[in-house]
C-alpha cells in the first residue's frame, strides 16, 4: 500500500481547497488502498525541499473546512519544470523524496503549467521504472485550460464580479447628478478575457452595467470605445466599463505599458489608463476599482456548481488513481446547459499541456464591447447556487491547519531549487 | 390625514433602502394616520423640479426587498441646502410642492448634510407656520455622524472590508516565493478612518492581516512606515496595508495630492503613492486594490445587524412622527458590548449638524498602526449576523421599482435648482 502526495500551483482560487478536501477524504475513505495522504508546502518547492505535511494528524473538522476556505492552504508556487532529459537533477530529487516516503499517487492541483507538470512527472516515473500514478487536479480562475467544459475556480470569481457589477450599477444609476460619470472596473486575465466577460452575466436590460466590457481578445479601439462611452454616459448620466487587465491597444501592446515621461516608473494598468484617457478626452467625472486578488479570494460568495466542481475533481483525482489511470486530469463535461448537467471525465494531459482558451468568437458581440447570448447560456450555469462558509462574530471561520511537518527522510538538496 | 415624503441624500449605501422599506412599511400599517408615502426622486432636486413617485402604486413584494437591495431606489442628491433666512426661494418652492401634495410628514434619509437640511426644514416650516414634521433617517458608510452609536451603512461596509482583508491574507500566505510582496487595499474615508478600522477586525493573530493600517487621524509617517513593511515582509514574506483614502503626511496635505512632472493630470490616490513608495524605496512586488464603490453596494454580504438598525431606523422615523416629534433623528443607543444590545431613541438635529466624529484616540494603537482592543469591542457587534439576499440564477435578485411619476400639481420651477 501506498502514500499519496497532494500539492498546489499557481495563483491561488476560493475554491482550491475544495479540491484539497475532495482529495484528502475520498483518500481516506479508500484507506485500505491509500495509506497517507501527504501534502507537500509550496508544490514543487516543498518536494524539493522535503517539507510535507502529514494530513491525517489535521482534524477533520478542519479538513472539512477547507471545502469553504480560500487561498492554498499548503502553499503554492509558480514553477514550470522542464522534461527529465533537459532536467534530470530535478527528478533525481524528486523521486529520491517520493521514494523516501513510499509515495505512490501524486496529485498536482493547478492551472496549464500545473498541468504540464504533473504530465512530465508521470512521463519521467515511467522512464525511470519508478511505480507512480501522476494525476493533475484543474484549477484556474482563469478559464484557460482546454478541453474541460470549465475549470474550478472560474464560477465563483464569476459570480463574484456579476453580483459586484449589479451592485455598484444601482449605486451608479442612484448618483446621478452635474457631469457624467464613468466607473472602471479592472479584473484579471492577462490574455484570456473570460472574467471580464463573466460582468455581463450582470445584465437583464441593456441599460444595465456593465455598459462596456473590454476583452483581451479584441483590440482596443480608442475612438470608438469614447464614442461609445459618450453616448450611454451622456444617456444615462453613468456609464459602467468592466475591462480586463490585459487588453492591447492596435499595435498588440498592452495598455498598461505606459512610462510617466523622464519616468522609471510604471504607473497604474489598463483600468488607469482608461480613466485617464476619459478625463482627458471627455472630461467625465471617473471612479477607478481594481479587485486585484479580492476576485480570486472572495469565497464568501462562491458559486455552489464551482465547489461541487472543484470538490468533485479531486474526489474523481482519488478514483481514477484507484483505477490505475495515470496522466490524466479530471475535467468537467457538460451534457446539457438547462437545466445545467455534467460529470467528470478523465482527460490525457499530453492534450491539456501549455495552451491556453481564449474566448471564441461566438462568445464576443459583433461591435466588441459585449458578450453574446451563447456566452451567457455556457457561463450561466457556472454561477448558480451560493454555499457559503461558516461565520463566526460577523465573519467567515476558515479552517486552521496545525500543519506540523514530517521528519525528514532524505539528505538536504545540494542546493535551492533553480529558479 | 396627512401624506409623508421620504427621499434619499447623499453617498448610497448597502442598506440605505432597507430604511427606505422601514419608512414605506412603517407608514403603511399606521394608514389611518399617514395617507400616501410618496417619495422624491433624487433628494431635494426631486422636490424642487416635482419629481414625485407614490410608493403606494409598487409591488408590496418589491418594497419589502428594498430592504436587501443596494443603491438608492429614489435617486439621491448632494446639496447643501443654506436657511430660510438665506435662501427663500428654496423653502418657497419646497413648500409650494408640500402643500399641493399635502405633504405633512418629511422623512429625509442621509448623512451629515441631510441631518442639517432635515433641521433646516424644521426650522423653516415653524417660521413658515406650515405644519411640518421633519425627521432625519441616518445613514452614512464613513459613520461619522455625532451622537449616534453608530451610522446604518456603516456594519455592512466594515462585515465587507474584514472579511475581504482575511480572504486576501490566506491568498497571501499561499503564494510566498522569491522576493517579499505587499499587498495595498485603499478604502474610502475622506476625514474619518473608520472603514479601514474595521479591517482590523479580521485579525485573530498578530501575523494574520491586515499588518498595517494607515488611518486619516494618524499623519503619515514615511520612515516608520517603510520600516515597519520591511519588518513584517521580511518575516513573512508578504506584507497586507489597508489605506484610508484620506491619509495625510506630516504637511498635512493628502498623500494622493500628487501631480505628474510637468502634467496636468494627477495619477492615482492614497493606494498608489504607497505602492509607489514600496516599489521605489524597498524594491518589493506589489499589488493593488481599490475596492470603490464595491465597498459601500456589496449587500450580498450585509451585516444583519446593520440590516436591522436600518430598517429600524425607518420604522422609528414613522413611530417618533406619529408621536409628534419633528427635528429629530432616530439614533442607536448602545445598551451592551456583548451580547450586543441596542435601541433607538430619538435625538435632536440640532445638536448634530454638520459635524464629523472621527475615531477616538483610545481606539487607534500607540504606534499609529492598528486599532485597539477598545475598538474591536466597539465595532465587533455591528458587523455581527448575515442576510443575504434572494438569489436567482446565481446573482441577486434586487427590488425593481416601477416609479411611475405622480402628476404635477405645481408650475415647474422658474430655473433649475441653483448648484
Known sequence: MKNALYAQAGGVTAVINASAAGVIETARRHSEQIGTVFAARRGIFGIWD?????????DPDEIARLRATPGGAFGSCRYDVRTIDEDPALYARIFEVFAAHDIGYFFYNGGNGSMDTAWKLDQAARKMGYPLISIGVPKTMDNDLLLTDCCPGFGSVAKYIATSIREVGLDLAAMVQGKPKVFVMEVMGRNAGWVAASSALAKEAEDDAPHIVLLPEVAFD??????RVREIAGRLGYCAVVVSEGIKGQDGRFLSERQVEHGYVQLGGAGEALTQLISRRLGFK??????????????????????????????????????????????????????????????SLQDIGNAERRLPPEFIRADGFGLTEAFRRYALPLIAGEEAPEFRDGL????????????????????????
Open 50 to 58: 522535503e517539507e510535507l505535511i502529514d494530513t491525517a494528524a489535521e
Open 222 to 227: 480608442h475612438e470608438a470605445f469614447l464614442a
Open 286 to 347: 471617473y471612479h477607478l476599482a481594481i479587485v486585484d486578488y479580492l476576485q480570486r479570494s472572495a469565497r464568501h460568495l462562491a458559486s455552489r456548481t464551482d465547489v461541487e466542481q472543484a470538490y468533485g475533481a479531486g474526489r474523481a483525482a482519488v478514483e481514477f488513481a484507484l483505477a490505475g489511470l495515470s496522466g490524466v486530469m479530471p475535467a468537467v463535461h457538460r451534457l446539457a446547459d438547462s437545466p445545467y448537467r455534467w460529470e467528470i471525465q478523465p482527460l
Open 396 to 419: 467567515p471561520r476558515f479552517a486552521r491547519l496545525a500543519l506540523r511537518p514530517v521528519p525528514k527522510l532524505c539528505p538536504p538538496p545540494a542546493y535551492p531549487l533553480p529558479l
